[in-house]
């Protein structure tokens, strides 16, 4: 087990290392869409990738899984084979969250040996989700609903 002090500063190696293999601009929470980001997800058991909708506004948080949702088959087949709908998760915190994510385990943040599968993990499905998101922003960002 390791000290919060070194846990810390292994985790800073581990991002400043994944900085460097892959030196790039990931678009993250830049997406002009409040409350709606992309993240990755690292501890001692799984890596994950995850778009996280987490607006207030229960009706948008609906509105974008619902949107992201329709879109599940051309993600599945063209981007992201493995990616998982969830439309209530709650978190610890009691709030309730739509994500949409992938996830790679028997790898750990403290096996400095899995790294570059984590790092590799990382790349692919960040890219595939943001070459998705970039394809269908405009039907994704439209919140305009016509009847």
């Known amino acids: 087990m390791y000290s919060k002090a070194e846990a810390q500063i292994i985790k800073k190696e581990f991002w400043v290392n994944f900085a460097e293999e892959y030196p790039r601009k990931w678009l993250l929470y830049d ?17 994950q990738v995850l778009i996280d909708i987490e607006s207030k506004d229960e009706e948008k948080r609906k509105i974008y899984f619902e949107k992201i949702e329709s879109l599940k088959q051309i993600l ?10 969830e439309r209530n998760f709650h978190l610890e915190t009691g709030k309730i969250i739509s994500k949409i994510w992938v996830e790679k385990t ?4 403290f096996n400095k ?4 599968a984590i790092f590799d ?13 970039y394809e269908y922003q405009d039907y994704i960002t439209d919140l305009e609903i016509n009847t």
């Not at 997406?31 to 501890?43: G, R």
């Not at 040996?113 to 570059?116: A, D, G, K, L």
């Not at 993990?121 to 998101?133: I, K, L, S, T």
């Open 76 to 85: 599945i087949d063209e981007y992201i084979p493995d990616a998982i709908f």
């Open 113 to 116: 040996s899995t790294w570059p």
């Open 106 to 109: 028997g790898i750990s943040l």
């Open 121 to 133: 993990f990382f790349y692919e499905n960040m890219d595939a989700f943001e070459r998705f998101f």
């Open 31 to 47: 997406t002009k869409i409040k409350d709606f980001s992309f993240k990755f997800y690292v501890d001692n058991k799984k890596a």
